[in-house]
């Protein structure tokens, strides 16, 4: 009874350290009242959905880190990110549903945030309704979009974002590929990285890596949110209220959000969060119709599929997952090719009888396009499992290298397209690997756990 007294004495004790320390950062937050006079608003569903906006902040950042980060040029006071994240109603779940800037849209009536001057409903991008009616017009224009009733708001810049990032110790980070933007000066090797708040804020603004653009750049937010998730449960922050103090503090030092976002709704969310895990969270993009919607005055946008998108956001409403549930066990790793694509030879490169054979089997069932006939290696004593390929197949290299965990890369010119396994004593196991397609990008759903570092 003692000890059962003395534990709850220290829970009550910490739960009432833990408000007081939030609440004290309670009158820090910068208010904004997105939902000023608003009518006619959509159905409350289950759980809570906060619109998380990011706004172009560049006026706040020291002329060093401008320059170092690729931050030249004159803020644009719109929003270069919009993401509604729902929060389940049992908080077991966070799904995070990024929505394109360049998204077709069609404003309600409102008033100019500049000159005050009424503006009847008119087409319009997604995120110049904050430039022309601020919080209030981009509130109002997404729940229009989405029949999804918006329970708080929250802006994030460009300082704040980089403040977090640096008081959580940095970001883990893993590309298949090199990352590489002339325009914010991105500039990362294949491999893992841990990326300081500048190097994140490259990372999640880049969007001229590839030709997916924007969609592109929203995958790779969704990649960095994952990781962030994973810091934050796993770095014991959550279980620290110090801690917790220093990382709040951190992000609501320079944000905007409504009256109603305060101390007890962050505590809320750092319980709830405290059980979470990568596969705790899911992420998606807006189904997208149709890319290069021309509009006359304003360009060209992205016009949403409206049958999927509908379906999307009646889950949101209704709190269901997103994600289709899929059996238990290890997620498969995102490659940059199949393995259906990958012709392999295995040799056995031990005394082990039949670890050829064993090795041959278990690289079919992943897909990969074994031969079916594995031999025997000329020095049958490695200790490490070698994949031996020819570099101009490197892409294909890396993608095999995935599914052997352990194994190391030699390259050996002149091979062409097929790789050879030769099979060591640390063989243990073939991991599931998957790449993901173009055309499934824009509407696929993934989990933490899918995107994350493996």
Request: charge should be positive.
């Amino acid at each position: 009874m003692r000890a059962v007294t003395t534990l709850s004495v220290v829970v009550l004790a910490s739960a009432g350290i833990g408000h007081a320390v939030i609440s004290s950062l309670d009158a820090d937050i910068a208010r904004v009242d997105p939902f000023k006079d608003m009518k006619n608003r959509p159905r409350a569903g289950h759980g809570m959905n906060v619109l998380l906006v990011g706004t172009d902040g560049r006026d706040k950042i020291t002329p060093e880190e401008r320059k170092k980060y690729h931050l030249g040029g004159a803020p644009c006071h719109c929003t270069d990110t919009i993401m509604i994240v729902h929060i389940s109603e049992d908080r077991d779940r966070a799904s995070v549903v990024s929505l394109p800037r360049d998204s077709y849209a069609e404003t309600p009536e409102h008033a100019d945030a500049t000159t005050g001057e009424r503006h009847s409903g008119h087409p319009i991008k997604l995120n110049a309704a904050y430039a022309e009616g601020g919080p209030q017009l981009t509130v109002r224009t997404v729940e229009q979009m989405t029949h999804v009733k918006i329970d708080h708001y929250l802006e994030v810049d460009f300082t704040s974002f980089m403040k977090t990032v640096d008081e959580l110790g940095g970001v883990r980070i893993c590309t298949a590929e090199p990352l590489k933007d002339s325009y914010t000066g991105l500039d990362l090797p294949a491999g893992t990285h841990i990326l300081t708040g500048g190097q994140a804020l490259q990372y999640v603004r880049s969007r001229h890596i590839d030709g997916a653009s924007d969609l592109g750049r929203m995958k790779r937010q969704q990649r960095f949110l994952a990781s962030l998730v994973d810091r934050a449960t796993s770095s014991g922050v959550l279980l620290n209220p110090l801690k917790f103090r220093d990382v709040t503090r951190a992000v609501l030092g320079s944000v905007r959000a409504d009256k109603g976002f305060g101390a007890d709704e962050l505590l809320d969310l750092g319980r709830a969060m405290r059980t979470f895990s990568p596969s705790s969270s899911e992420f998606t993009t807006v189904p997208v119709g149709q890319l290069g919607y021309q509009v006359k005055g304003i360009g060209s946008t992205l016009k949403w599929d409206d049958a999927k998108a509908a379906k999307l956001f009646e889950a949101l409403r209704e709190d269901k997952p997103l994600a289709v549930q899929r059996p238990r066990g290890a997620a498969p790793v995102l490659v940059e090719v199949a393995p259906q694509q990958i012709q392999v030879q295995v040799e056995n490169g031990t005394t082990t009888s039949g670890l050829g054979r064993r090795v041959d089997a278990a690289l079919a069932a992943a897909g990969f396009r074994t031969t079916g006939t594995p031999g025997t290696a000329p020095q049958p004593v490695t200790r490490q499992t070698v994949i031996l390929y020819d570099p101009r197949w490197d892409r294909s290299a890396r993608s095999l290298a995935a599914a052997l965990p352990g194994s190391r890369l030699r390259a050996a010119p002149g091979r062409g397209p097929l790789m050879k396994v030769i099979a060591g004593t640390d063989f243990h196991q073939v991991r599931t690997v998957r790449a993901e397609q173009p055309d499934q990008a824009q509407t696929s759903v993934v989990r933490g756990n899918e995107v994350g570092c493996a």
